[in-house]
């Protein structure tokens, strides 16, 4: 079973800087895309960046220029710097992790979540 563990997350004014980082543990995985979403008070949760094993990323709009994710494959840990936060950001942030375990049985799995509050 594979498993996600993140850290970071918290208490930050607008302006600042948070970064979450997200661990995955398990046994006979691979990892194919790890990235971030996040879900605000009575709304949808979103997409936020995301990761590929290729190297490709993807950001949502909303976050370009000031987010960003790095993964490092070896051990199967994404992380997400965010500067220049916004109240707007305020949300609890979902590591996600997408793969093959076994080599051939997908499998998808969230984080706990993290709390982020950004104060105007």
């Known amino acids: 079973q594979v498993q996600l563990v993140e850290s970071g997350g918290g208490l930050v004014q607008a302006g600042g800087s948070l970064r979450l980082s997200c661990a995955a543990s398990g046994s006979a995985f691979t990892i194919n895309a790890m990235g971030w979403y996040r879900q605000a008070p009575g709304k949808q949760r979103e997409l936020v960046a995301q990761?590929?094993?290729?190297?490709?990323?993807n950001y949502a709009d909303s976050v370009k220029g000031r987010f960003t994710i790095s993964r490092d494959n070896t051990k199967n840990t994404v992380s997400l710097q965010m500067n220049m936060l916004k109240a707007e950001d305020t949300a609890v942030y979902y590591c996600?992790?997408?793969?093959?375990?076994?080599?051939?049985?997908?499998?998808?799995?969230w984080g706990q979540g993290t709390l982020v509050t950004v104060s105007s």
């Open positions: 990761t590929t094993s290729g190297g490709s990323t």
């Open positions: 996600n992790a997408r793969g093959l375990q076994r080599g051939y049985i997908y499998f998808e799995r």
